[in-house]
Structure formats: C-alpha cells, structure tokens
C-alpha cells in the first residue's frame, strides 16, 4: 500500500474504538442528526435522510438489545453487536445514492469506521452530505 492509503487506514483505526464504545443508542443519535442536516440539501438530501432512518429504526430493533443467552450448565452469556474495525465501501458510478447510504448506516450503526472508495461522480455528492 502507498503511503496515503496506510495513512487513511491508520486513521480509521485510531478511532474505532471510540466509536465501538459509544453503544448502538449513541451510534443511532448521531445518525438521525445526520438525517436531519441531510433533509435540508434538497430531493437528494430528503430521500437519503429517509433511508438514514429506515437503516435506524431496523438495526435498532435488531441490533441494539443485549440478548441474554442461558447455557446448558446454568452459565449466562449474552449476544451483543460489536463492530469489527474498518470497513471499505466501494460502489460503481450508477449505484443510487440510497444504496450507499444504506451501507454506510449498517455499518456505522454496528460499530464499525468506514473508508469510502467512491469514483469521481460520487465524491462531491458525498462531500454535500
């Protein structure tokens, strides 16, 4: 890898474990805020913003509760979401704008830091978001 790009992964790195600790609750607060800032840029900004909440309100429900899980002698363990790091995503020029939302949302609600590869097309929408 080329310095810039060891760079940028360092980066993401130093900070997942900030991001991972704060709890699904907190990961979901800030991206409703997010939501709410990206309302206000337009159609764009409106549908993106939608599908910020959508991802919300779903991983909520699926992710964000502690499970309890009784083993077999009597011993307690839970199932609880953590994220994994780092994590790349990539789309092609004609992905709609929702589907990165999408991915970007799953996985910043898990815990997980993101590194977007975006082609040109994309980045300065990105950038207004």
């Keep these: 890898m080329n310095s ?3 760079e940028i992964v360092k980066q993401a ?3 997942w474990e900030e991001w991972n600790a704060l709890g699904c609750a907190a990961r979901a607060d800030l991206l409703l805020r997010w939501a709410a800032k990206m309302a206000q840029h337009g159609s764009f900004g409106l549908i993106a913003a939608k599908m910020v909440e959508y991802q919300v309100k779903q991983g909520s429900a699926l992710i964000a509760q502690t499970q309890l899980m009784p083993g077999p002698t ?11 790091g780092v994590f790349i ?3 092609s020029a004609d992905a709609p704008l929702t589907a990165l939302v999408a991915m970007l949302c799953a996985a910043l609600l898990a815990g997980n830091c993101i590194i977007l590869a975006l082609p040109q097309e994309q ?7």
């Design 4 to 6: 810039k790009v060891n």
């Design 13 to 15: 790195d130093s900070q």
């Design 89 to 91: 995503i990539r789309c």
């Design 123 to 129: 980045q300065q929408t990105a950038r207004k978001l």
């Design 74 to 84: 009597g011993e307690s363990n839970e199932l609880y979401t953590a994220g994994r």
